[in-house]
């Protein structure tokens, strides 16, 4: 059963406008949220995190948004930029024995068109 | 900077060989990990290390081994090598501190024939 759910595989937006890229996930045990970047060849980068016991957390053109309430975490791109074409993955932490450890979504891909 | 580098971008092997996946990070992190990428699927962890010797099965386990020798590297190894292990190999480590990002090194694409 997927935990972290990704539902969009793509997203095409015109440079300049804003970009949402959507994450739910199922198990309310989850306290700390991770986004990640990949570009082709490379492995992923880390973008930005949310603790639970926030609902938003801003880096530059980078906000991610938490609503527990729906189990649902978006982040914002704006403007967005041709540079910003790449993967993006949601991730999800969790206890595991005494360490914490991540389980990825599927990913999104997004293109942002000059 | 935090360096995770993975010996080799690009392998090629047969059915049944043993393959070893190396990596190694250069900043003294405490926990190493490895992830498979393939498409649809997203990343999933096959086994994790929170210190030199120790290890722990992540969500895919199967037909994988591990070792940890020294705090640096992380070893992946498949001891008899299967067409469904054809993979991207991503190789990650952090601070031992909860929640510390993960640092992932650039992959290594295996395709076993």
């Known amino acids: 059963d997927q935990q972290v759910k990704q539902n969009s595989p793509s997203l095409s937006v015109q440079e300049g406008r804003i970009s949402i890229l959507n994450c739910d996930y199922t198990?309310?045990?989850?306290?700390?949220f991770l986004w990640y970047k990949k570009y082709p060849a490379e492995g992923p980068t880390f973008l930005i995190s949310i603790s639970s016991i926030k609902d938003k957390n801003e880096d530059g053109r980078f906000t991610v948004f938490l609503n527990k309430s729906a189990k649902h975490l978006s982040l914002h791109i704006v403007p967005s930029q041709p540079g910003d074409s790449a993967v993006y993955f949601c991730a999800a932490s969790y206890v595991r024995g005494s360490q914490g450890n991540l389980i990825f979504g599927k990913g999104t891909k997004l293109s942002v068109k000059p | 900077d935090v360096k995770v580098t993975q010996s080799s971008r690009y392998l090629v092997k047969r059915t049944g060989e043993k393959v070893f996946l190396e990596c190694v990070q250069d900043?003294?992190?405490?926990?190493m990990f490895w992830y498979r990428q393939d498409p649809g699927l997203g990343l999933r962890l096959i086994y994790f290390?929170?210190?030199?010797?120790?290890?722990e099965k992540g969500d895919i386990p199967e037909g994988y081994s591990v070792s940890r020798e020294k705090k640096e590297r992380f070893s992946l190894i498949l001891e008899s090598a299967s067409t469904n292990q054809t993979s991207m190999y991503l190789c990650a480590s952090s601070l031992a501190q909860l929640n510390s990002p993960l640092h992932f090194g650039n992959g290594t694409r295996l395709t076993v024939t």
């Open positions: 198990n309310s045990m989850f306290d700390y």
């Open positions: 900043m003294d992190h405490e926990n």
């Open positions: 290390s929170y210190d030199v010797k120790m290890k």
